[in-house]
């Protein structure tokens, strides 16, 4: 029902030409920009209400060379060459779970990444196993930090570290809580480090019966 009237915005928004009225281009580009925004934030709440109504996930081959692939070739197109983007497989297993529901909490990662470090900073992806001979994929940037204060919260739906700084990037906050329950549902959890000035880390940690050794059966 939410997603009908937002199609029809988006249709006739799209009929629109700023060149035909150039004195309403800013004003347009503006109720683009905030439709799609709205767009996002439906897509999130029925991702992460979906979420919230499965007890199990399929257990299948998750192939983590195309997966860190794809991360890549997103992080880059969101990007658009503003950043250092470094992506490493140190691990060389595949996981057992979900790849569609995996691949939402490591793009929800990357993807803000990206939006909250300056032009110039810095992203590094690495996938590498656990001491306990599990797996973890973590995503390192330079961006702005986040204060300790409110590390234990940023995972409930909706909350804000910077209002404005989440207005500017289109987020929507809601995605560390798809990514929450996505490492819930495969008995993972979100590890998170932040210092204020240099940046943060985000590390999805699961366990060693959810790692395959790549190419085996």
């Avoid at 204060?147 to 739906?157: I, S, W, Y």
Wanted: charged share 25%; proline share 4%.
């Amino acid at each position: 029902e939410l997603r009908t009237p937002l199609t029809v915005i988006h249709g006739y928004l799209d009929m629109l030409d700023p060149e035909d009225m150039p004195e309403w281009s800013p004003m347009l580009e503006e109720m683009r920009r905030q439709s799609q925004r709205m767009n996002q934030l439906v897509e999130d709440l029925l991702t992460l209400s979906r979420l919230e109504a499965r007890e199990e996930l399929p257990r299948e081959r998750v192939d983590m060379r195309a997966m860190l692939a794809t991360l890549e070739r997103e992080a880059r197109a969101l990007s658009q060459n503003r950043h250092r983007i470094a992506v490493e497989d140190a691990a060389g297993v595949d996981l057992l779970g979900s790849a569609k529901e995996l691949h939402s909490a490591f793009s929800n990662l990357v993807s803000n990444a990206v939006r909250y470090t300056p032009a110039g900073g810095e992203i590094q992806v690495r996938f590498a196993r656990g001491d306990d001979g599990g797996a973890e994929l973590s995503v390192r940037d330079s961006g702005y930090g986040i204060p300790a204060h409110h590390l234990p919260r940023v995972t409930e739906r909706f909350y804000r570290v910077s209002t404005s700084r989440s207005r500017e990037s289109g987020g929507t906050g809601l995605g560390l809580s798809i990514v929450k329950h996505v490492l819930n549902l495969h008995q993972g959890r979100l590890r998170i480090a932040s210092e204020v000035g240099r940046g943060s880390v985000f590390a999805c940690v699961l366990g060693a019966e959810r790692v395959l050794a790549r190419g085996a059966a």
